[in-house]
């Protein structure tokens, strides 16, 4: 299939793509790109924001949000900063030249700086039958039901790690969904820790609070999903609870299987920008500037944090490519709380070592090429085993069994390459106008 694309493009005559000169380029239009763009925009900056969702809001405003959130989206379009959505970056050229998808095709844009704000996506462990029909990422489900999808009256189990589990399993709640539980690997004293934590942020305490009172006491710490199985009637989630050595396993049984182990940043642009990339994500210093002269980077491709961190960091980033310094000591307080936050989070959900070794020889890692578990083992690398399996080769370019064998076999995928997100044949034989 790839054999025949690249045939493809090396046949189909080239088209000459136009060229867009941007002053100060957002990509990425979740809260961090809005709440740069609209400082940025309202220091007198001119402004490209390019998204690839069909509107500004990122995941969490998704088709619409709190009053908070409506009021960001409107002081964007009232800022005088441009909104492309339908529009992803596919490449980097030379120059920091960024090869764009949009709704009327390709184009070039030539930034003068950049603020990289691509967010985070879903982490996926996978066990035996994690690709049955019925289960979904708890992102996923979030984002079908806020789009419409009717799921009163089915049984839903949410399950992995993070505060993401809660929105969700509250939401279904809300839907008139049958919560069965929310299967949480992190632990009761962790959880415990983190919740004494929240004494520090009332914010976030409230916001807890309101959730945990939706989910009430379906919540199952220190439990996670080992094997699901279709039956006539639905689906049976075996699940394990306990510390090591002293677990129980029982049956759930549920309709939809919704499932998220945190999540990872997305730090593809940024890489493919030249950016240094840390442990948390991708690397900037104390006014989110990366590793690369003009390039910033905010919310959670920096590192997983929740919203207030990315439109304080998108704030801070914003004023700072628009050439403003000092005089906002609060601001900059704001981020080192965000931060520490952050870093909360991580210690708190970090990944039970168990979850490593739910996945089987028959256990499907890589969904677009049909890769099992089996056929992985053995390799001592991410590189070695694309090579010789196409792990990672298909249309999600090792997005989502990128993160899987990082989890399972410790890889880290060592390259990002063209095109970062798909584009059809004919986009790729496109070459820059003047
Ligand atoms: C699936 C999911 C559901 C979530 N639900 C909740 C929730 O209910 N409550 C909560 O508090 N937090 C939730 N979060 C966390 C939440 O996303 C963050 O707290 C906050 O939205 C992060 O804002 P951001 O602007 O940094 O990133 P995002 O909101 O993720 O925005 C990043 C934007 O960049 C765009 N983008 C990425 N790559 C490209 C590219 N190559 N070209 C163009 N555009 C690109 C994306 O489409 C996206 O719109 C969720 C996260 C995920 C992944």
Same mark, same amino acid.
């Given at each position: 299939m790839a054999d025949r694309v690249v045939e493809q493009a090396a046949t189909a005559p080239a088209t000459t793509a136009p060229v867009e000169r941007v002053e100060l380029l957002v990509v990425g239009a979740g809260p961090a790109g809005i709440a740069a763009a609209t400082a940025a925009a309202g220091a007198g900056r001119q402004v490209l924001v390019i998204d690839d969702n069909p509107a500004p809001g990122g995941q969490i405003w998704r088709g619409g949000g709190p009053a908070a959130a409506e009021r960001a989206v409107a002081r964007l379009a009232a800022s005088g900063a441009v909104v492309a959505p339908g529009t992803a970056v596919v490449d980097v050229g030379p120059a920091r030249r960024l090869f764009v998808r949009g709704p009327t095709g390709m184009r070039w844009l030539e930034p003068r700086s950049i603020i990289v704000a691509t967010g985070a996506r879903e982490r996926f462990v996978p066990f035996p039958g994690w690709t049955l029909p019925g289960v979904v990422g708890a992102g996923g489900l979030q984002a079908l039901v806020k789009q419409g999808c009717d799921i009163a009256g089915r049984r839903v189990l949410v399950a992995g790690s993070g505060p993401l589990l809660l929105a969700v399993g509250a939401l279904v709640a809300e839907r008139g969904g049958r919560l069965v539980a929310i299967a949480e690997q992190a632990d009761i004293r962790r959880l415990a820790r983190f919740a004494l934590g929240l004494m520090a942020t009332p914010g976030k305490l409230v916001q807890a609070l309101g959730l945990g009172r939706a989910v009430g006491s379906r919540l199952l710490p220190g439990s996670f999903p080992t094997a699901v199985r279709a039956t006539g009637g639905g689906l049976v989630v075996s699940v394990s609870s306990g510390p090591a050595g002293s677990e129980k396993t029982g049956d759930l049984p549920c309709d939809i299987l919704a499932c998220g182990f945190g999540l990872v940043p997305n730090t593809e642009v940024a890489r493919a920008l030249g950016c240094r990339i840390g442990a948390a994500g991708v690397w900037v210093d104390e006014?989110? *500037?990366?590793?690369?002269?003009g390039v910033f980077a905010v919310g959670e491709c920096t590192g997983v944090g929740g919203v207030e961190k990315s439109l304080v960091e998108g704030r801070l980033a914003g004023l700072r490519a628009a050439g403003l310094a000092g005089g906002d000591a609060t601001l900059r307080a704001q981020v080192r709380r965000a931060r520490a936050f952050a870093a909360q989070l991580e210690k708190t959900f970090t990944l039970d070592p168990r979850l490593a070794r739910l996945a089987d020889d028959d256990t499907i890692v890589c969904r677009c090429e049909d890769v099992v578990a089996g056929r992985l083992r053995g390799f001592t690398d991410w590189r070695e085993a694309k090579l010789l399996t *196409?792990?990672?080769?298909?249309?999600?370019q090792g997005r989502v069994c990128g993160t899987c064998t990082g989890v399972v076999f410790g890889w880290a995928p060592d390259d990002v390459r063209p095109p970062l997100v798909p584009v059809p044949v004919?986009?790729?034989t496109t070459v820059p106008g003047s």
């Open positions: 006014d989110q *500037r990366t590793s690369v002269a *196409r792990v990672g080769m298909g249309p999600c004919a986009g790729l």
